[in-house]
Nanobody, 115 residues
Framework: QVQLVESGGGLVQAGGSLRLSCAAS????????MGWYRQAPGKQRELVAV???????NYADSVKGRFTISRDNAKNTMYLQMNSLKPEDTAVYYC?????????WGQGTQVTVSS
């Protein structure tokens, strides 16, 4: 019923930037919170950033000051601006949102940062 599609991943050099997008198939205006997660090889999925309906954001310590999460309700899209990328940021990044008490996940987009 709800589809989330990530885009914007790719291969970048350390210190570079990427902007990830998460497009929802329905309005996100009423969604209390949406977030970005990532999963690197050999690691469990971890929270990267969350943005609540009221604009409150929360970031993992490892990305604080480098990543910025935002949402455009009119476009039903969430973004993750990633600057000063490091090799340890390499992972599959996933979009997550809750609708009517059910969590929905995108298929993920690969981000690879080379030294």
């Amino acid at each position: 019923q709800v589809q989330l599609v990530e885009s914007g991943g790719g291969l970048v050099q350390a210190g570079g930037s990427l902007r990830l997008s998460c497009a929802a198939s329905t309005t996100i205006f009423s969604v209390n919170a949406m977030g970005w997660y990532r999963q690197a090889p050999g690691k469990q999925r971890e929270l990267v950033a969350v943005i609540a309906r009221g604009g409150i954001t929360n970031y993992a310590d490892s990305v604080k000051g480098r990543f910025t999460i935002s949402r455009d309700n009119a476009k039903n899209t969430m973004y993750l601006q990633m600057n000063s990328l490091k090799p340890e940021d390499t992972a599959v990044y996933y979009c997550e949102a809750s609708f009517a008490g059910t969590d929905y996940w995108g298929q993920g987009t690969q981000v690879t940062v080379s030294s």
